[in-house]
């Protein structure tokens, strides 16, 4: 973890916006939750999760998605004052080199220091995809998803340069380095990207040596890719080029994919148990769209609220760190495309409408799942149901013994069985003090009655639960931050 001088990174941010012109002040305005259905609950309820500012986070697992200002799809001071309150931990940018360089050689840095210094002051920690080409060099790639790779030996020469100079500019408060996204399967077959990547790795170890290096930077967890790559590294004798592996696992329902993440730790072991994965993107729309990956589902906001809890927890339940929601602010590509990932709706002049569900939902998760608590992995319980097979249940734990326990209905996609349904749940290892009932869709939090739950054979027994298709916690109340002004 990067040490940073916090009152000089804030007074730099501070004037990066005052030149540019951006408010410094946040907009108090806030959209409320109540466009989402609580689930129905019968026990009294003692208040509602307190957000979490990320300065008040020391450490977590969590990141948001910042992509595509690259491109300007969408505008970091239309957004910047909800990043903070947010919680998470971490933020995925990209590089943006054609952006930043006109074929010069003279960098232009504003954007990004309005950014990453803006980012670090609010207790946000960036990580960067370094992506995409730059067509004011001949054989420089294109600019955007799906483009080419720099090929020219010229082009390849500017590439590097360029990295090097921002991983010396931004060193200081970046140390995490993705390297291109979503690259295509010819760019394996034809060794081109092994061979960028080597190159552009290099040049990060060069001028930082204990950087994490993160890639290739997959559609779903393609195996074909990423055993290409680290096939290249091993001939090569350079494994130690790379550090983490990230997937992009989209599916409709988020539970759908966790085969293939053992499958690739498995893989991944077997060339270098140092190497871990990155859930580097990964998110729902908040309505149905003609663009972009997940488009063909009738989505709500309080649909995609679900998909990001589910997709959230299911990741930290099975110890993927880092995990990426995709994105922070809806993405306008162009008049007739806009991509609604975002936490944030806006519309089509950029403009920050204000927080869907999935804001909420999230900010409530961060506030409750830091570094304080581990995953515990093969956790006992039994839940009384004839098909446990279709809910998820996982604990993270102090190291003091105190329980944060997740659990939902798993078997269909968010919103296609919304059924309340009460269970018996068993914890034959698990006890607690005072453990209360809390639906992260909402943030209620309810004290469970002294009569719906007791401690046997040194573990703990519930009684008649409600579990729907979003995740609800039995939690240790003092692990809670609970406001009672509701």
Same mark, same amino acid.
């Given at each position: 973890?990067?040490?940073?001088?916090?009152?000089?990174?804030?007074?730099?941010?501070?004037?990066?916006?005052?030149?540019?012109?951006?408010?410094?002040?946040?907009?108090?305005?806030?959209?409320?939750?109540?466009?989402?259905?609580?689930?129905?609950?019968?026990?009294?309820?003692?208040?509602?999760?307190?957000?979490?500012?990320?300065?008040?986070?020391?450490?977590?697992?969590?990141?948001?998605?910042?992509?595509?200002?690259?491109?300007?799809?969408?505008?970091?001071?239309?957004?910047?004052?909800?990043?903070?309150?947010?919680?998470?931990?971490?933020?995925?940018?990209?590089?943006?080199?054609?952006?930043?360089?006109?074929?010069?050689?003279?960098?232009?840095?504003?954007?990004?220091?309005?950014?990453?210094?803006?980012?670090?002051?609010?207790?946000?920690?960036?990580?960067?995809?370094?992506?995409?080409? =730059?067509?004011?060099?001949?054989? *420089? #790639?294109? &600019?955007? @998803?799906?483009?080419? /790779?720099? !090929?020219?030996?010229?082009?390849?020469?500017?590439?590097?340069?360029?990295?090097?100079?921002?991983?010396?500019?931004?060193?200081?408060?970046?140390?995490?380095?993705?390297?291109?996204?979503?690259?295509?399967?010819?760019?394996?077959?034809?060794?081109?990207?092994?061979?960028?990547?080597?190159?552009?790795?290099?040049?990060?170890?060069?001028?930082?040596?204990?950087?994490?290096?993160?890639?290739?930077?997959?559609?779903?967890?393609?195996?074909?890719?990423?055993?290409?790559?680290?096939?290249?590294?091993?001939?090569?004798?350079?494994?130690?080029?790379?550090?983490?592996?990230?997937?992009?696992?989209?599916?409709? =329902?988020?539970?759908?994919?966790? *085969? #293939?993440? &053992?499958? @690739?730790?498995?893989? /991944?072991? !077997?060339?270098?148990?140092?190497?871990?994965?990155?859930?580097?993107?990964?998110?729902?729309?908040?309505?149905?769209?003609?663009?972009?990956?997940?488009?063909?589902?009738?989505?709500?906001?309080?649909?995609?609220?679900?998909?990001?809890?589910?997709?959230?927890?299911?990741?930290?339940?099975?110890?993927?760190?880092?995990?990426?929601?995709?994105?922070?602010?809806?993405?306008?590509?162009?008049?007739?495309?806009?991509?609604?990932?975002?936490?944030?709706?806006?519309?089509?002049?950029?403009?920050?409408?204000?927080?869907?569900?999935?804001?909420?939902?999230?900010?409530?998760?961060?506030?409750?799942?830091?570094?304080?608590?581990?995953?515990?992995?093969?956790?006992?319980?039994? @839940?009384?149901?004839?098909?446990? !097979?279709?809910?998820?249940?996982?604990?993270?734990?102090?190291?003091?013994?105190?329980?944060?326990?997740?659990?939902?209905?798993?078997?269909?996609?968010?919103?296609?069985?919304?059924?309340?349904?009460?269970?018996?749940?068993?914890?034959?290892?698990?006890?607690?003090?005072?453990?209360?009932?809390?639906?992260?869709?909402?943030?209620?939090?309810?004290?469970?009655?002294?009569?719906?739950?007791?401690?046997?054979?040194?573990?703990?027994?519930?009684?008649?639960?409600?579990?729907?298709?979003?995740?609800?916690?039995?939690?240790?109340?003092?692990?809670?931050?609970?406001?009672?002004?509701?």
């Amino acid at each position: 973890m990067i040490i940073r001088n916090f009152q000089a990174i804030a007074c730099l941010s501070t004037l990066c916006f005052a030149l540019a012109g951006a408010d410094v002040q946040p907009n108090k305005k806030i959209m409320n939750s109540s466009e989402v259905t609580p689930l129905e609950v019968d026990y009294p309820k003692i208040g509602t999760i307190k957000p979490r500012h990320a300065r008040e986070i020391e450490s977590s697992r969590w990141s948001i998605g910042a992509e595509t200002m690259d491109r300007d799809y969408t505008i970091y001071a239309n957004w910047r004052e909800y990043l903070g309150p947010l919680g998470a931990k971490r933020a995925r940018i990209q590089s943006g080199w054609a952006k930043t360089d006109d074929g010069s050689g003279d960098y232009d840095w504003v954007w990004l220091d309005e950014i990453i210094l803006d980012m670090v002051d609010q207790g946000v920690e960036p990580w960067v995809c370094l992506c995409y080409g =730059n067509q004011a060099y001949e054989g *420089g #790639g294109t &600019e955007g @998803l799906g483009g080419a /790779l720099p !090929e020219s030996e010229e082009a390849l020469q500017a590439w590097e340069k360029f990295v090097a100079a921002f991983v010396q500019r931004y060193g200081e408060y970046v140390d995490e380095w993705e390297i291109w996204n979503e690259p295509k399967n010819y760019m394996f077959d034809d060794g081109s990207y092994q061979r960028y990547f080597t190159r552009t790795a290099e040049v990060i170890r060069e001028h930082q040596p204990a950087a994490v290096i993160i890639g290739p930077s997959t559609l779903g967890i393609n195996m074909k890719q990423i055993t290409a790559l680290l096939d290249h590294l091993k001939a090569e004798d350079k494994l130690d080029l790379v550090d983490q592996v990230a997937i992009h696992p989209y599916d409709y =329902n988020p539970d759908a994919k966790y *085969g #293939g993440y &053992e499958r @690739l730790r498995e893989t /991944l072991a !077997e060339y270098d148990q140092r190497i871990t994965i990155r859930q580097g993107e990964n998110g729902a729309p908040s309505g149905p769209a003609k663009h972009g990956i997940l488009r063909d589902h009738p989505w709500t906001p309080e649909n995609q609220a679900k998909w990001a809890l589910r997709r959230l927890l299911g990741d930290a339940g099975r110890d993927i760190r880092p995990t990426n929601l995709f994105a922070m602010c809806d993405m306008i590509y162009s008049n007739d495309r806009l991509n609604s990932k975002g936490l944030l709706a806006a519309d089509h002049d950029k403009n920050v409408l204000g927080p869907k569900p999935s804001y909420f939902a999230a900010q409530n998760l961060f506030a409750v799942f830091d570094d304080r608590t581990q995953p515990q992995q093969d956790l006992q319980y039994t @839940l009384a149901t004839e098909k446990p !097979e279709d809910y998820s249940l996982f604990g993270q734990a102090t190291d003091t013994g105190e329980w944060l326990i997740s659990l939902w209905r798993d078997a269909d996609v968010p919103g296609e069985n919304a059924q309340r349904e009460q269970f018996d749940l068993q914890l034959p290892e698990v006890t607690f003090q005072q453990p209360v009932f809390v639906d992260l869709l909402t943030g209620n939090v309810y004290n469970i009655p002294e009569e719906m739950w007791s401690i046997q054979d040194g573990g703990t027994r519930f009684q008649q639960i409600p579990v729907y298709d979003s995740p609800v916690l039995i939690a240790e109340k003092a692990l809670l931050p609970i406001s009672t002004n509701f």
